[in-house]
């Protein structure tokens, strides 16, 4: 067992297989095996059997490579630095060190500032974050699609959202607000998958129950519909039952799916302050329907940190994914 383990993470002679490599560095198979061909960064030897094995020199140099094409560096021109040897210096050849995986060397303020398409710096996170954001960098749909998937089958749904897949959507959107509107097509490219990974990841919508339903609905003005496709999905993974609406939802159309569905939550997203609106939430909250003399209410959640500065006094207002499930949970009859 421990032969088999040490060859797994490089040691013991046995290294890594070209999958293994693309799942630390971030990116497909195909990537690999195109620097391989293309550019001449395959393993340095063969160590035995049919298939190629990745030493950590070779890994490294990968490594580099990723670094390098981050930055927007062509994979050709990233491919003939990372081949070049170091200069010696007067002590002879300099040591070869590894780059940061995602950040570019530490450069001078004023090259810093000449550079502002860098990297993403993600900080002390998980090590998913960093290869989904190399992919998004990267625009590598086919790796991309890999990663998330793989983030939310090992940690769950919640887990994964909260500490990989916000995270790095954090960063991306930081990136661009600093980056003088550099990046907006990674924010972009990087939202639609996990869109549509929480889509392929989710159960079926669980059937209608009578009074059980849950109406998730971004306030009008507001079109970040992400956090909401989370909850959603996380809801259809309980069975309980969901009704999504997306963004923007007119304030009579907010009104009518309310009367129509007879929800027992709804949930109100607002991402800014400026699309939270407490007379809408306390409006919703009033609404009443169902025979006389056993009218209803829905619960209304104010979801998001638009309802920050517009806290609505009696309506729960959840602070993060887990507490906003956990909510629906305990509101919905079982």
Known sequence: M?????????RGGGGLTTGEVARRLGVAPTTVRTWDRRYGLGPDAHTGGTHRRWTPADVARLERMCALTATGVPPAEAARMVKSPEPPG???????????????PVLPAASRRSRAHAGLGLGDVRQECKGIARAALRLDAAALEDLLATAIEAHGLITAWTEVLMPTLQAVGRKWENSGERYVEVEHFLSWHVSGALRRCAPPVAADRPGATTMLACVPGENHTLPLE?????????????????????????????????????????????????????????????????????????????????????LPRPRGLAEAVAAVESLVPG
């Open 230 to 314: 989370v909850l959603a999905a996380a809801l259809a993974e309980r069975q309980l039952p969901v009704r999504m609406f997306g963004a923007a939802l007119p304030v009579d159309s907010l009104v009518a799916a309310v009367r129509r569905t007879g929800p027992a939550v709804v949930g109100l997203w607002a991402q800014s302050r400026t699309t939270a609106s407490r007379p809408l939430a306390e409006h919703v909250a009033a609404m009443e329907w169902g025979v006389r003399g056993a009218r209803r209410k829905a619960v209304v959640l104010t979801l998001g940190p638009g309802w920050a500065g517009h806290a609505v006094p009696g």
């Open 90 to 104: 007067p002590d002879g050849p300099a040591p070869v060190a590894a780059p940061p995986i995602i950040a570019p």
């Open 2 to 10: 421990t032969a088999d383990r040490n060859d797994e993470d490089g």
